[in-house]
Structure formats: C-alpha cells, structure tokens
C-alpha cells in the first residue's frame, strides 16, 4: 500500500501537502540567486514560524528575501504586516505573497502558510488548497531537524 | 528498503474523541511503548478524522513513534462500518504483530468487528498485558468465566493479536514538548455508508461525574437492598466530596445509571479512598477497583470476598451502617 510520510514534532509543525512536517525546504537555500522556500524546525521554547525564502514574481525577476521572518534584500519594494496569529507579506501591487499563520493548541503550534510562489523559471513551485502549502515538483524535502545554515540540499 | 517494515510492531487505536478527559489512548500508548521496547519495534497510533492535526502531535508527545493518519469528511463522526474498512485494509497491508484499543462503549463495538474482519482473535477487557520473554507473544490477562478467574491469552499464530483494555489500567506516560516522530498518511477508500447517515453529533452530559479521576469513591452494591438506600450514598459523596459508583446488579435494577459502573464492563477508578458497601466483591467488579489505595468494605456476610481485599472491613447490615455513618459525619464535618 503506498503511502506518504514526513517527521513530525510534538511542539511545532507546518501543513505541507496536506500533510504535517516540522520543517521543509524547496529549492536551495545554499544558493546565490535561486528561488528557495524554506521552513524552518522550530524548537522547543520558540512558538513562531521560521520561515525563511527568496523569492521571484512570475516573470522571473526577484521580489525579495526573507530571513527567519524578516525582509532583507527587497528589490521587488515588499512590504510586512502583521495578520491575525502572524503575518502578510505584500507586493509594491498590493497583492499579498504570503500569509502565514500559526494555530494554538492546547501543547503546540500548527502553522498554515497561504502563497503562490514562482521560482528563476518562471514554474509554479508552491500554492495553497484546502489550508494547506502545496509544493510542486520534486525539488523538496522535509526536515528531520533544524537546517544549519548555508548547508546545501540534497535534491530529490 | 520496504519502509512499510516500519509499520509493523505494536498499533494502538487512538479514540481521540473527549480528548482532554478520556486519557485512555495515552495510556495504551505508554503501555504499548514498553512491549514495543521489549520486541524491539515501534509504536503506530491510528488516527482517523478531519482536521486530527493536534492529536497527531499530542500522541507523538506522550510516546507515539508514528501516528498513521485518515484524514477524510467522511470519517468525522465515528462510523463503525468506515472505520473497520480503513482499519482493517492498513492492517492487512502492513501486518501489526500487536493491536490495542480502550475497553470503552466505542472499543466494544468496533474492535469485535474489526477482528472478525482481519480473521484473528480479540481479548476483551483486558487487566494486564505482558510478553512472553520465551516466545514473544502478548500475554493477555482477561476476566473469564463469568469474571470467576483471570485467564491468560495467547493468539499464536493469527495476527494481529489484539486486546482492549480498561481505561486507567495502565498510567500514560507525561507530556513531551521536546518529542520527534512520524506521520504517515496511507492511501485511504472511504465510502459513504449507504446505511447510516449522522445528521449531527451532540455531547452527552456526563451523568457518572467525574468518577475515574475522584480521589474518594462510595460504590454501592445490590447488598443495600433498594433504591432509597443507594440515594444516601450521594448523600455520603457530598459529605466526603467523593463520587458514587456502582455495581452491575444496582444497574441491572435501575437504581443507578450505566456511567457509574465499575469493574468488567464498566470504569476502572483509582482513588486513595474507596468505600464499598453492601458489595461482595465478585470478580467482575473488583477489577475495577484493584488500583484503589484504601479499601473500606461494609457487608452482612464476614465471608464475603470483599473482605479479603479490603484494608478494613465492617461486617453488618448496609441499612443500619449507612445511617449511623451518615449521622457521625454530618457532626463532623
């Protein structure tokens, strides 16, 4: 019987195809100038996302970097707001990119991410169905434990 | 690799429904974690549901290895015939050596019917499970016999070996926010039960109280000969801020309602005080009582079983003792 699987925590996870994982990566974070899309292992102690990205509109030009949450290179003129339980990430157009937001539970944290990403090629790598991110494409994977910085990815 | 060997080992049901209050789950899990440990394999916690995102993760942190998730509108309200098709398909794929469910209303209907589905054999209400260090196989202890003697159960050759067992038999293992695990989501055939629709779904009022968490409980036997009588004991639990439990004859006559019934086939109580009068202490009901850590007992007949595990025991009739110990602690408290 086929199934599918991903490592799981206790205190935080993300819904990633309709699934929970407690951390994943798309493209290369290791990269100089590719798109990637990565959420972070969060640990215990911590109860916000890490999320962390570069990110281009569909015509391929680049939009931003995110860092662990936070705008860095912005040549795309992006902007940060807070949302209900996170926050919004919008388009000098006013569109918003991402949103994410994170669940309380009684004893841990369930974080739905809303985007529509598009990577260097101009491919759809990431939309939201059903208050789930899904991935498009084999170049992801999930994370077993936080990822180190710089670290490249293996390619699936 | 064949990553569905991962799969195999020792599967508890997760009956997450009153989560907060019905720990039952948890502590199969825990249990389910110490045979895991001795045959060296792991845990698989069966969740089916919609939106069962958080009871994943609490699973995973009371001991869980893997949590193998159903996540289908469909299954949102528990359905026998669905769930047995679910079950009993992930079963037959990945071939469980050990599969445990709670000894509850649920488990008594749904585990019957997935073992005859699967072809192997259910020991029900089980009081304690162990491996065989020899062979390997799950020792199963289950009242038999009308609840005359403790029978052990072996299945040798049919898989999985399943069992159900009370709720507080075994001790769950604490929260671990630090826990890391597996989710894995099979392929799922759900198909609308032509039979049965829910309309909707409504929580009962619970009409037992608290019974299974009270520190003191006062159970009442059919010894105490009528209704009126079994009425003083609420008067008794108020006094003593316990809860009243009962046999099954007092049920049987109406006296008292299903959700205070103790033993076999009714609810497992742990407290430190337990005040049992006019019970003889058949079987059935005293496996439902074993955890207590005081036992008073009140019984006409001096050679009444109860007697023998009972800390102190008060040979006399119910309707002259109930009175007199009512009156003594109205003064006192």
Known sequence: MEFRESPISAHHNYLVNGMLAQGFVVGDPSSKDHFFFLADV???????PRISARLMDEDSHPLLELKVNRIGENPGKCSIESAFAGYRIRCSSGDVLIEVRTEAFANGYLTRIKARLFDEHGHLRVETRDESIWIHGEEYLFLAG?????????RK | MDKSGLLHGVWVF???????QNRVTLQLIAKGRELAETLRTRVTVLLLGEAVHQYAMEYIAHGADIVMVAEHPDLRCYQVESYTNVVARWAEAFKPDILLGGATSFGREFFPRLAKRLKTGLSADCVRLEVDPDTGLLLQTTPAFG?????????????PQMATIHPYVFKELPHKASAVGRVVYPEIEVKANTQVRVLRSRRQQARGGN?????IVIVGGRGLGSREQFKLLFELAELLAGEVG?????????????ERLLGQTGKTVKPKLLISIGTSGALQYTTGINGAETIIAVNRDAHAPIFKMADLGLVGESSAVLPLLLETLRKRI
């Open chain 1, 42 to 48: 969060v640990l215990q102690g911590e109860t916000r």
């Open chain 1, 146 to 154: 936080p990822l180190p910085e710089g670290r490249a990815v293996r």
């Open chain 2, 246 to 258: 009962a046999t099954r004859p007092v049920v049987r006559a109406g006296w008292a309602d299903e």
């Open chain 2, 211 to 215: 019974l299974e968490d009270a520190q």
């Open chain 2, 147 to 159: 609840g005359n003697l403790l029978a052990e159960v072996v299945s040798s050759h049919r898989r």
């Open chain 2, 14 to 20: 997760g009956d997450y429904r009153n989560y907060f």
